[in-house]
C-alpha cells in the first residue's frame, strides 16, 4: 500500500486574529441571528401540536372527517421542508461570508 501524500504545507492561522475582526462577528451575529430565530419559529409550532391537539379549535371538522389537528400536523410536514429548504440557500450565502472573511484575513498577511 503507497502512502500518497502532497508536498502542500499547511498555513497555520491565527483564530485570535480572526475572532477580533469586525467581519468575523458581523458574520457571526447574522449567523446566529438568523439560526436562532429560525429554529425558535420551528419549536414554538411543533410545541404547540400537543397544547393544541386537544383544544375545540383544532377538533372541528375541516375537510369531511379530517379535523384540524390533522391539517395542523401536515403543516408541520410542510414547516419542517421549507424551514429546511430555506437553511440550505442561506447555508450558500454563510459559506460565501466565511470566504470573504478568510480572504480578508489573508490579504492582511495575518497568516504567518
Known amino acids: 500500500m ?3 501524500s502532497t508536498k502542500k504545507q499547511a498555513q497555520s492561522i491565527d483564530y485570535h486574529a480572526i475572532e477580533a475582526m ?3 462577528n458581523s458574520f457571526v451575529k447574522k449567523k446566529n ?3 436562532f430565530s429560525i429554529t425558535a419559529v420551528f419549536l414554538i409550532l411543533y410545541i404547540l401540536l400537543p397544547i393544541l391537539a386537544f383544544q375545540p379549535v383544532l377538533q372541528q371538522k ?3 372527517n379530517i379535523t384540524g389537528v390533522w391539517v395542523y400536523s ?4 410542510i414547516m419542517t421542508i421549507v424551514l429546511c429548504t430555506v437553511y440550505v440557500k442561506k447555508a450558500a450565502s454563510f459559506d460565501k461570508a466565511v470566504a470573504a472573511v478568510l480572504e480578508e484575513y489573508h490579504a492582511k498577511g495575518e497568516n504567518k
Not at 401536515?74 to 410536514?77: K, R
Open 2 to 4: 503507497v502512502n500518497v
Open 22 to 24: 469586525e467581519s468575523f
Open 33 to 35: 441571528t438568523f439560526l
Open 62 to 64: 375541516f375537510f369531511g
Open 74 to 77: 401536515a403543516g408541520l410536514f
